[in-house]
């Protein structure tokens, strides 16, 4: 990630981690369409973290920005 993120090219590995995420993320609707939505949300949060934390040099540990991103989700208004 990193090699790829110094050179300009994180995209692609984000491309097919976003393909894959969604059938491994829970379902929050029935509604296939507004699920899509909310998968993209999710994903489009995940890559900006990753973003932060390799731009950052990776100083901190995957453990805690795994407790940042969990922190953040808890703040989310919900969306029903």
Known sequence: FIILYKNGLSFLANKK???LLPYT???WSNDPIEQEY???YIIAGIEAIQR??????CRESVDEVVKIALR??????PIR
């Open 72 to 77: 953040a989700q808890e703040k989310q208004i």
């Open 38 to 40: 909310l998968s993209s």
């Open 52 to 57: 932060i934390w390799i731009g950052r040099g």
């Open 25 to 27: 993320m829970p379902t």
């Open 17 to 19: 981690f976003s393909s």
